[in-house]
């Protein structure tokens, strides 16, 4: 069996005194569920994964970021997001300018093409998140969301 296939085999339901009743694993099931799918939407549009819809995403929001600041905002290595910008650079997604502050530095922005492509896989991530969310009733998706938050915004 794949490993692929593996994680979407069925589940027995969680009993707290099991490893698939810990939080930790849940958690880290979860993730990787919406993980899969949006990293699906975003290969359909022709981005490597999740992290370059969010790197589209982040420089869309019109305050000038640099490398740097963007790398430490998604928490990924600078090396890894150079690595990025230079094939979203290549496939025409995003630009990369020399700051008017300080010529050493690089500022991303996205282009027309860019921001085309963050708003589609953004369509499509929600109607994947939706699918995923489905066992959830929708009156709590609100609710979850900030639980979730809850979590991550002191990390």
């Not at 027995?12 to 880290?28: E, Q, Y």
């Not at 699906?40 to 305050?63: P, T």
């Not at 997001?81 to 700051?99: K, N």
């Amino acid at each position: 069996m794949s490993p692929k296939s593996n994680r979407r085999a069925a589940l027995p339901p969680p009993d707290a005194s099991s490893a698939i009743g810990d939080l930790t694993w849940l958690a880290h099931r979860a993730a990787a569920a919406l993980g899969d799918a949006f990293n699906a939407v975003s290969r359909d549009a022709g981005l490597a994964d999740l992290r370059d819809w969010l790197v589209l995403e982040l420089i869309s929001k019109g305050a000038e970021r640099t490398q740097l600041e963007i790398a430490t905002e998604l928490g990924v290595d600078k090396t890894t997001l150079v690595s990025i910008l230079d094939r979203m650079e290549r496939d025409g997604l995003v630009v990369r300018e020399l700051s008017s502050r300080d010529r050493r530095v690089r500022l991303p922005r996205a282009t027309a093409k860019g921001i085309e492509v963050k708003d589609q896989v953004a369509i499509a991530r929600d109607t994947a998140i939706m699918r995923r969310l489905s066992s959830i009733p929708t009156r709590d998706h609100a609710r979850f969301h900030a639980m979730l938050w809850s979590i991550v915004q002191n990390y």
